[in-house]
């Protein structure tokens, strides 16, 4: 059974720092690995999703890499701000008949302080 | 507007009340999913449909019930809510391509009393 493990569960960091968030999976047999960002009391919002053939994505402060091998993926964001503060999802899918399915990681809670 | 939308987005219901939580989506998407969020376990997937009349359980199906009749429409329902069923409910949904991402409704918070 897939396992995804987050690490730190909660982060707090000043305005402006670059920060790295992990996500580990126990299963490398993976179809494609998502971040989620979910703010207080609302649903999940893609961020970055990375197919199991590529190594990275970016989009603007975001960068993710996965190393399906190693099972392990990295949320890079550069130059935090405090409307950064939320609650980041990694969640990782197996391909075939459990397409689309998702297992989840518990998340790190960010805080971006001014 | 195009979207994925729930109802009702808060609900208080007894212990042995069938409740049914609806979803909807605009964007004509092949693939539904129902997840539950708790504390200490995160989202967990309860059922999901590839496509309109094909439905399969996940992770947590015991308690529930869903259908699909229409693409646009997957709806949850709990046959007889317990208090281990109070919980924040999301649905979402893909389309088939490969890589595609999944997009999420706002969530319905439910609480069985």
């Known amino acids: 059974k897939q396992e995804v493990t987050q690490i730190p569960a909660a982060l707090s960091v000043p305005e402006g720092e670059n920060l790295v968030l992990n996500c580990s999976f126990t299963?490398?047999?993976?179809?494609?690995l998502q971040w989620f960002r979910q703010d207080p009391g609302k649903g999940l919002t893609s961020l970055l999703l990375?197919?199991?053939?590529?190594r990275e994505q970016t989009s603007g402060r975001l960068n993710a890499s996965l190393d399906k091998s190693s099972g392990r993926s990295t949320l890079y964001i550069a130059a935090s701000q405090p409307g950064d503060s939320a609650t980041y999802l990694c969640a990782v899918s197996a391909g075939g008949t459990s397409y689309g399915k998702l297992t989840f990681g518990q998340g790190t809670i960010l805080t971006v302080h001014p | 507007d195009a979207g994925i939308t729930q109802s009702p987005r808060y609900k208080i219901t007894e212990t042995g009340r069938q409740v049914t939580l609806m979803c909807h989506q605009t964007?004509?998407?092949?693939?539904m999913f129902w997840y539950r969020q708790d504390l200490g376990h995160g989202l967990r997937l309860i059922y999901y449909?590839?496509?309109?009349?094909?439905?399969d359980k996940g992770e947590v199906p015991d308690g529930y019930v869903v259908s699909r009749s229409k693409t646009e429409n997957f709806p949850l329902t709990l046959e007889s809510a317990t208090r281990s069923q109070t919980s924040v409910y999301f649905c979402?949904?893909?389309?088939?391509?490969?890589?595609?991402?999944?997009?999420f409704g706002e969530g319905s918070w439910l609480t069985v009393v």
């Open positions: 979402a949904s893909s389309d088939s391509r490969p890589g595609n991402t999944i997009y």
């Open positions: 449909s590839a496509a309109a009349d094909i439905t």
């Open positions: 299963d490398s047999a993976i179809y494609n």
């Open positions: 990375i197919q199991s053939s590529q």
């Open positions: 964007w004509s998407h092949s693939y």
